[in-house]
């Protein structure tokens, strides 16, 4: 039997048996692995070679000749060029599988930990409607019409028009429905990526998914806004709820949704949110869990896996807003809380103020010299709790953590990689991994959340 062509632009019929992330199938060519673009486990497809690397291949489906008993209909009609849900094609119960399979597989090839065992996972019910917050950005079309939308896949600077999006509710597609009818008949420039020319850039909508209340925040380049007034009176005349419309400047050139808030054309600037009994006032740049009624099962795990009493002192490092530390100081003696941003402390002191936390401290501080000063001052902490951002936990940070040797860490992450890596290193000391949950915060997408505890052995 001759060996296949596996050069690029070869095609070749290939049967998928796994997923990979972020969200590719997996199919074996001539004994190498082939990461699949668009495939799904159990089709069997055509496939067009686009890469060859020293250890494995790269393509895309051209044609599905048998597909997968796990293929459903996307719900939505930008499938496929959006960015976003690539996983919207796979039954739900089947993205749960891959998922909890990807945190198991980081534990035992990153970590070098032992099997867990079957992984548990929280699905997110429902599962579309879920997302509070969407970024929308500015362009046009091939005749120089205005366009609303996301990026298409794989690029910053191509946007398609939206007509609608089933992650957040619809009243997000109404307000970019009534947006860019606005802008459409002004004389303001879409914002161009490339050549750093233009006016609008970001449509920016946030919701107290608890509340209903609507913050609309409008980011644009420097220069004069056409009659905001009336955009901002359209707005609230179409969709009720809304509590904020304003306008922030970003005068880079990196392309995000960020900058200076300036103009305030309606309310206070604000909304407000509840998660798990607790209210927080909320802002355009706030951080805030995406996914709020999954976020309120998040930290109830991390909660329930630290089983605190009364008499504990918790350690909440990067405690963002607070909400972890909120939780906590229900059960706690005292929590303290540390984290670098200032607004974010800020927000984590009002909303302390607010809900009557009156056991919560919140440090603005790096971690690293939080720790070091901790350990020299030989201070006890019953349990630390840590939700770091993607890149994890610094190896200072880990080494500060084992010194201060508290009985209990509970460790939240939303990159099973480099959360496999920490639990690795920290159970190569004095820990041992108790439990791990997944939770799904982010539905028909490839990323996954985890919770998990570790005990001093």
Request: glycine content about 8%.
């Amino acid at each position: 039997m001759s060996k296949p062509d596996l050069k690029r632009g070869a095609q070749l019929t290939v049967e998928v048996t796994d997923l990979a992330f972020p969200g590719r199938g997996v199919a074996k060519i001539d004994g190498l692995v082939t990461f699949v673009d668009g495939g799904l486990p159990g089709d069997t497809v055509e496939v067009e070679i686009t890469r060859r690397r020293r250890r494995h291949l790269e393509g895309r489906v051209t044609r599905i000749l048998q597909p997968s008993p796990f293929r459903v209909k996307p719900r939505c009609l930008h499938f496929g060029r959006c960015g976003g849900c690539r996983l919207q094609d796979l039954a739900y119960e089947k993205q749960l599988e891959f998922k909890a399979s990807q945190v198991k597989n980081h534990l035992l090839r990153i970590g070098g930990l032992k099997d867990p065992g079957e992984l548990p996972i929280i699905p997110c019910e429902p599962n579309y409607g879920y997302r509070n917050k969407m970024e929308f950005a500015f362009g046009k079309d091939s005749a120089g019409r205005l366009k609303i939308g996301l990026h298409s896949r794989g690029t910053y600077w191509d946007v398609f028009d939206l007509q609608e999006c089933h992650l957040p509710s619809p009243s997000f597609a109404r307000i970019v429905e009534v947006t860019r009818t606005y802008f459409a008949g002004t004389a303001n420039e879409p914002y161009d990526p490339v050549k750093h020319t233009g006016f609008l850039r970001f449509l920016v909508i946030r919701q107290g998914q608890n509340t209903g209340q609507l913050l609309v925040n409008l980011v644009t380049a420097e220069g004069e806004l056409s009659d905001p007034a009336r955009w901002a009176a359209a707005l609230c005349e179409a969709v009720p709820g809304i509590t904020t419309v304003l306008r922030t400047i970003n005068t880079g050139r990196a392309n995000v949704a960020v900058g200076e808030p300036t103009d305030t054309w309606h309310g206070a600037g604000t909304f407000t949110e509840q998660l798990g009994g607790f209210e927080f006032t909320l802002g355009p740049l706030s951080f805030f869990q995406t996914n709020t009624r999954q976020a309120e099962k998040l930290f109830a795990q991390a909660i329930q896996y630290a089983k605190l009493t009364p008499k504990d002192r918790v350690l909440d490092l990067y405690s963002g807003a607070g909400a972890i530390s909120l939780f906590a100081a229900r059960e706690a003696r005292a929590v303290t809380g540390v984290e670098l941003f200032a607004e974010a402390v800020t927000a984590a002191k009002e909303a302390a103020v607010k809900n009557n936390a009156g056991n919560c401290e919140f440090v603005c501080s790096d971690a690293r010299a939080f720790l070091k000063k901790q350990v020299s001052d030989a201070a006890h902490y019953d349990v630390v709790i840590t939700d770091p951002p993607r890149v994890g936990l610094h190896p200072k940070v880990i080494k500060r953590i084992v010194e201060l040797a508290p009985p209990k860490i509970v460790y939240v992450s939303c990159n099973p990689s480099t959360l496999a890596r920490d639990l690795g290193l920290l159970c190569a000391t004095r820990y041992r991994l108790m439990e791990i949950t997944a939770v799904d915060m982010f539905p028909h997408t490839p990323h996954i959340e985890a919770v998990a505890l570790l005990q001093i052995a």
